[in-house]
Each structure stands twice: as structure tokens, then as C-alpha cells.
């Protein structure tokens, strides 16, 4: 790290803070200081940025495309920028070199802070200001900003809504209408390809007496000139909305949504508003929060990882989800991966089911899109998108990566060919209802989702010549330098477990309702001819077998006659350190070099099949032979390696996770693909991996199960946990397991440890002992 830059985590492990300054840190710390409330983002950058310094305030949902590049969403203006001129020179900390600089964030309050001390001409000047995205008013933001100034100097405030706006492939947002009414600026603009209307209002307003001169108003910019003799302190309080045609709901003009809520907001201040917000993350904080004993470092990054999942999840809408990159910008078309539900909706699950519900409600509700992306391609039934935007529509193209030495697209078959996605998507929403006992989600969408993820592996699906097995050809795993490989074995085993799934949820249904899913079926032409055939396809679905010598599962046909070097010898290969891994002429290609956690991950996911030793296996084998080139890995090993008796690599593996945002040296590009940004799969990894794998936490269809292994650098493990609807807390120390039971449950929580099940009653607090 630059010695004029020092990261901390702050006094109580609630801070991220950054002292001094560095330039070519602008882009980490926009990532690391990010703000967000699911329904905006807002970059931790300064108030006097621009475009140029990627401020972006993010709005998740609403997409735009210019001309042939990428569909991507939309930043919005920014209605927070503030900037102080001394003497005409406009302070800056990339054009003026600050005396000291401070920025941080209160994990706490979802709260940023920046304190910047410049000298000109021989005047000192303190900037101090903090600002939030309102977890209460998720459409409202705002800012608090102070002026300290020591000495003799002609002074310039410019405030008001930046127009100018950071887009990877924009300018997205045209038509711009600036006009003032009562105080409140107002910037209208709409999309460039659909017109999707978006407003911004903003208030700004003096807090103390200030020799503030005549306010100027210039488009959507205000301005204020004095002078200043001695000491002066100036604090200017703003506060803004930003809406856009996802916030209607039958509004007909969001213009004046936006100036009403406005006028609400300004009357009750910042400080009423900023309490709101207090209250809301307080409220998340007491159900999220893992307290951790014995270890500062690791307490940090874990508070950290959950602050960004609750940043950016969708508290208030079913119809957003997480995107890959959160929502700290456009990388990755602002789309919606698998990750969201392999890596982050266990968190959600296990803390707050509203939201995990939500992300399973997107799903239901872009049905439509998967089924046309199947239709596509020549299938029935669902094919989820690997890049998912609005609708279901997959924004992924066929040339995503370009190659460095030829500067030509390459053709990628992630969009194509990557089938495991609709499993992730059927095995989330069988998941869901397994842990939340929440039935009424199959009946409103969740079944007819498992149906035709089914329906659409079947039809994709050969038969042996010998007519024997079903076998799943031509297809990409989690892996993605292998891609066109048969019978990936992620893939294979996830597809039978939705499949039996779907299957068994029929089941259920018919059981408890017989009339009502007699009508459901019919609606959605399910027989019993086709559940049958479903039932053959999942039983005689071709599973590659642990080698009954060694254990190890192959991860495709044909994977152990690659030539099997290892990863130091690959990376002797490289000539450009941006170069691509993978497809048709990629150095990993024709090698057992994997990307990410694939068989490995299968063996986690489905630990009911796998035994312990055969996890080992395939551990040791895959683990050296694994790059880690995807943020979705490292937690995958760091997991299994717990359930293998390897507690102390697995915490290493966690730290790689929970840090990956903290310390900014992920993967900044794929071929010459910019892929910065926050990793919310990595955040929710790091949760998963201290209360799955080091707490040992199995939420069961029928009990929650314990199986704690403590690295040896924790002394003990504190955390909450919401299952069947019943809420408890969890401490677990070198010698015993204590469940508080929370006294509002209505019903007992059955908890399984070593062998022995116990009914823990409403208000009870329960021992397990253990070694």
C-alpha cells in the first residue's frame, strides 16, 4: 500500500476509515466507501468529483442502451456535488495536495464521512461532510457539509445536481429540464432508448448565519460568493430524491413525486431524517450482526461483507435483485448472476426471509424471459439468463471477452450454453421453502418456476445409444475456461436435484390441497404422462461417480486427459497479465487449470450424497489445480475445508473472501473487459463460511443442525438465525453450543448435535456441550 495511505478499521470494528491520500486509490476507495439501500447506490467518492473520478449513483433495474454497446443501468445525476473555491482555485485533492485527508464509513449508520485539510494561499481550510442513502425513504439521500476557514479570501460555494454523468457505454440520460420552484431544484431527463422518464429534486440550506452573499442559480447549479475574514464556519445541510418510472405505481408524472417527497423530507431535516435512517439499520444490525472473539481482523471484514449484502438488497421490492457487482456500477451490465443465489440468498435465508423471499419473487416474476430465451434456442421450458436484466432478457452476448494480442472479439458461450443457471434458479426456490416453510410461494409462481427448469433440462437432454441413461451434452460449468464439455458434473447432479425437487413439490401440493393443484396442473398442462417421464429422466440422469479407488469425481467427460500442469507452470505461460484463461485458445483450455470451485462446489451443495472422504478427495485434488480467478471460488474450499477437519486453511480462504473489497486487488480485468466493482457473491461467501462452515448451521426441512469447527484463531462465534419463522441466537465457544430461543417463537426449534435431538422452547436458553 502507498505509505501516504493507511487503511484501519476503526477503535469499535465499525468503522472502515482511510488516512491520507492517494490518488491512484480513487477507483478502490468509490468501491469500498459505497453506499447503498437497494434501491440506489452511491460511490464512495468526494463531493467535488465527477464523471472523471467514476461518481456514480446507480439505479438497479432501470437499463439503457446506446446504439451497439451494452444494455447497462442507468447512473443518475448527481445531486450531492459541492465544491469550494479559494481565491478562484477550486479545492481538489487531484489538483491541490491536502494537508490531511480522511474518509471513512460507519458500518453502523450505512453513514460516509470525509475530512480533507488544504492550505492556499496561505488560508486554511477544513472540508468535513457526511452523507447516507435513507434505509427508511429508500428514494431519498442526503448531506450534511461543513466549511472551516482560517484567514483572509474570497470564498465561491457551487452546489446542485451534476449533470454530468460517469457511464461506461452512455450517455444514457438525455433531454435535460432544469428549473427552480420555492427553493427546490428540479432536473428532469429520460433514457435514450426507451424514454424511461428520470427526476431529481434537491434543497440546500444554510444552517447558521454566514456571510453568504446572493444565491445564483445557473441551469441546475447554485451558487454563493463572499468574503472571509478570520474564522468562519459555514454548514450547508441538502437533501435530495431521485426517481425514475420504477417508482410510479401509478404516479402519473415522477417529477412531482419527487419534489413532494422533497418537500416532506426538507421539512423534517437532516437530523430527524438521519435518525430514520439510524433506526432502520439498527433494527437490521440487531438480526445480521456476528460478533466474533479473538479475532479483530476477521470481525472487520465479516461486518463489512454484511453491510454490503444489506446495502444492496432489495428490502422494499420483489422485483430487483442483486446484481454481480452490487451496487457499485455498470460492470457486468448491472445483471443479475447466479451468484445471487448460491452465494448471497443463504444469508438472506438465515437473517431476513422478507428479502430472500423478494430475490425468489424476481425470479418468478422474469419467468417469462427465461421461457423465451428456451424458445430461442430451440427448447422448451425455462432457460434463465446468465446476464439478467429487466424481463428475464439476458444481456450476455455471444462475443463478451476481446483478445488482448488480436484486439478481436472472442466468442464465449456463457450465454448459450451455461444450463446450470436455471438449476441454481430451481434449487434457490426449493431451498426458500424448505427453510421458511413458506408453501404459499409454490403456489404463486415457485412450482411453475421447478416445472419448467425441468421441463427445459429434459429437452435438452440425449439418450445413450444403449438407451440406458440421459446424458447432458455440449455445456459450460461453474468452471468457465472448459466450455462445450459434456456431462459437467456440477451440472449433472444439480439437474436431478431440482428435477426430484420439482417432483416432490407436486407431491406436497397435491397432498394438501388435491382440488386446487388438480387446476394448477391443468393451467400449466401438467400430467401424469409427463411426470412420469420427468421421474425416468431424473432416475436414470447419467452422475459422474467418485473413482471407487480414489474418491475423485471427474468434472466432465474426458477432464483427466487434459494435460495436468500446475498452475505455476500456467502462469509461466502468460504474456499479457490481462490475457483470457479460457475459451477456444485460452491457456487453461487444454489444461486440468480450472477458474472457480466446480466439483468441489457440488460436493457442498449436496452434502447428503458426498461422504466425507470423497469430499477430502476431491478437495485435495481440485484445490492446486484451481486458479481462484473468479471472487465466487475461495469461499467454496474455505467451506469444504471446514467439513474435512481443515478449520485453519479454511479461515485463510475466509479472509481472501471477506477482505477481497477491503484490500481492492480482485481481478480488474478479463481480456481488456473492465470487471471492477464490489463483490456481493464474495460478501455473502464470507458469511457462509463463518456460520455454515466454522458455526456449522443446517437449516433442515425438519431441524436445525449444529456442527461447529472453530478456527483457532476465534475464541468463540456470536450470531442470530431466523428458521420456519422462529428467531434465535446462537454463542459457541471451545466447550458449548448455548440457543437462545427468542420468547415472542411460537413453537419449539428442533436442534440436532452429535446425534442428539432437543426441542429448544420459546424464551429457553440450551447447552451443547462439545470438544
Known amino acids: 500500500m502507498n505509505t501516504s495511505e493507511e487503511r484501519s478499521a476503526g477503535a469499535d470494528d465499525w468503522t472502515v476509515a482511510v488516512n491520507g491520500w492517494d490518488p491512484e486509490k480513487v477507483t478502490h476507495h468509490g468501491n469500498l466507501f459505497l453506499l447503498g439501500n437497494g434501491c440506489m447506490g452511491y460511490r464512495g467518492t468526494l463531493e467535488e468529483f465527477g464523471p472523471d473520478e467514476k461518481v456514480g449513483i446507480l439505479i438497479p433495474g432501470l437499463y439503457d442502451r446506446v446504439g451497439d454497446a451494452w444494455r447497462e443501468p442507468v447512473n443518475a445525476p448527481n445531486a450531492l456535488f459541492t465544491r469550494i473555491a479559494i481565491n478562484g482555485k477550486w479545492l481538489n485533492p487531484l489538483d491541490i495536495k491536502p494537508d490531511a485527508h480522511q474518509q471513512s464509513l460507519d458500518l453502523r449508520t450505512a453513514t460516509h464521512r470525509r475530512l480533507t485539510r488544504f492550505t492556499v494561499d496561505g488560508v486554511r481550510v477544513l472540508l468535513s461532510a457526511e452523507r447516507f442513502l435513507s434505509a427508511d425513504k429508500v428514494n431519498l439521500m442526503a448531506m450534511q457539509f461543513v466549511i472551516e476557514i482560517q484567514g483572509q479570501a474570497e470564498v465561491t460555494v457551487e452546489t446542485g445536481i451534476d449533470q454530468r454523468i460517469w457511464d461506461l457505454n452512455g450517455p444514457h440520460l438525455e433531454g435535460f429540464s432544469a428549473s427552480q420552484v420555492d427553493g427546490t431544484l428540479l432536473l428532469e431527463s429520460s433514457t435514450h432508448e426507451k424514454g424511461e422518464p428520470v427526476a431529481v429534486a434537491e434543497r440546500a440550506l444554510w444552517q447558521s448565519k454566514v456571510p453568504v452573499g446572493s444565491e445564483t442559480v445557473d441551469g441546475s447549479m447554485r451558487r454563493w460568493q463572499f468574503s472571509a475574514d478570520g474564522s468562519v464556519s459555514l454548514a450547508l445541510e441538502k437533501v435530495a430524491t431521485v426517481h425514475t418510472s420504477l417508482d410510479q405505481h401509478g404516479v402519473t408524472d415522477i417529477d412531482e413525486l419527487a419534489c413532494r417527497e422533497l418537500a416532506v423530507a426538507s421539512e423534517a431535516g437532516y437530523k430527524k431524517l438521519h435518525a430514520a435512517h439510524r433506526e432502520v439499520w439498527e433494527q437490521r444490525w440487531n438480526r445480521a450482526d456476528i460478533t466474533i472473539d479473538g479475532d479483530r481482523e476477521g ?142 410461494l409454490l403456489w404463486s409462481g415457485g412450482f411453475e418456476v421447478m416445472l419448467e427448469c425441468a421441463r427445459f433440462f429434459l429437452s435438452w437432454a440425449y439418450r445413450t445409444s444403449d438407451d440406458k441413461h440421459f446424458v447432458l451434452l455440449d455445456v459450460t460449468g461453474p468452471d468457465e475456461y472448459h466450455e462445450r464439455v459434456n456431462n459437467n458434473a456440477y451440472t449433472n447432479y444439480l439437474v436431478r436435484h431440482c428435477v426430484r425437487a ?270
Not at 378 to 405: I, K, M, R, S
Not at 706 to 728: D, E, H, K, M
Open 299 to 440: 470481525q472487520n471484514a465479516l461486518r463489512y461483507s454484511i453491510y454490503q449484502l444489506l446495502s444492496a438488497a432489495p428490502f422494499h421490492s420483489e422485483h430487483l435483485s442483486i446484481p454481480a457487482r452490487a451496487l457499485s456500477g455498470q460492470v457486468y451490465k448491472g445483471a443479475i448472476f447466479w451468484d445471487t443465489e448460491i452465494f448471497m440468498l443463504p444469508f438472506f435465508l438465515a437473517t431476513f426471509p422478507e428479502v430472500a423471499r423478494n430475490l425468489v419473487r424476481y425470479r418468478i416474476h422474469t419467468l417469462d424471459g427465461a421461457k423465451e430465451k428456451a424458445r430461442e434456442y430451440g427448447h422448451v421450458g425455462a432457460f434463465y439468463p446468465w446476464e439478467g436484466q429487466e424481463g428475464g432478457f439476458d444481456a450476455c452476448t455471444l462475443f463478451n471477452v476481446t483478445d488482448v494480442f488480436t484486439h478481436r472479439p472472442m466468442r464465449t458461450y456463457f450465454r448459450d450454453k451455461q444450463i446450470h443457471i436455471s438449476g441454481d434458479v430451481a434449487w434457490a426456490v426449493w431451498r426458500y421453502v424448505q427453510v421458511t416453510g413458506d408453501h404459499v
Open 502 to 771: 420439482m417432483l416432490e413439490a407436486a407431491r406436497i401440493m397435491a397432498e394438501s390441497d388435491p382440488e386446487k393443484f388438480s387446476e394448477l396442473a391443468s393451467a400449466l398442462g401438467f400430467n401424469d404422462a409427463e411426470r412420469d417421464c420427468l421421474q425416468d429422466f431424473a432416475d436414470r440422469l447419467h452422475l459422474p461417480q467418485p473413482n471407487p479407488r480414489n474418491g475423485i469425481i471427474e468434472q466432465f467427460d474426458g477432464y483427466f486427459q487434459l494435460e495436468d500442469c500446475s498452475l505455476d507452470q500456467l502462469k509461466g505461460r502468460i504474456i499479457d497479465p490481462n490475457e483470457y484463461l479460457g475459451g477456444g485458445s485460452g491457456l487453461a483450455t487444454t489444461t486440468c487449470i480450472l477458474k472457480q470451485a466446480d466439483t468441489v462446489l457440488a460436493t457442498f451443495l449436496f452434502d447428503d450424497i458426498f461422504s466425507p472422504a470423497q469430499k477430502e478427495a476431491n478437495w485435495n485434488f481440485y484445490e492446486p489445480r484451481t486458479e481462484h480467478g473468479s471472487s465466487l471460488s475461495a469461499c467454496v474450499y474455505s467451506l469444504v475445508a471446514t467439513e474435512i477437519g481443515k478449520p485453519d486453511f479454511a479461515y485463510e480462504y475466509f479472509l481472501k473472501t471477506a477482505t477481497i473489497d477491503l484490500h481492492g486487488n480482485s481481478k480488474q480485468h478479463v481480456g481488456t473487459l473492465y470487471i471492477g466493482g464490489t463483490h456481493p457473491a464474495a460478501n455473502g461467501g464470507a458469511w457462509m463460511v463463518a456460520v455454515l462452515g466454522f458455526a456449522g448451521l443446517n437449516l433442515l426441512p425438519d431441524q436445525v443442525r449444529f456442527r461447529p469447527r472453530l478456527p483457532s484463531q476465534w475464541n468463540g462465534l456470536c450470531f442470530s438465525f431466523c428458521w420456519q419463522g422462529l428467531l434465535a441466537s446462537v454463542s459457541i465457544d471451545n466447550d458449548v453450543i448455548e440457543v437462545h430461543a427468542d420468547p415472542t417463537n411460537s413453537s419449539p426449534i428442533p436442534c440436532a448435535f452429535d446425534g442428539t435431538l432437543q426441542h429448544c422452547q420459546p424464551g429457553q436458553v440450551l447447552s451443547l456441550p462439545f470438544v
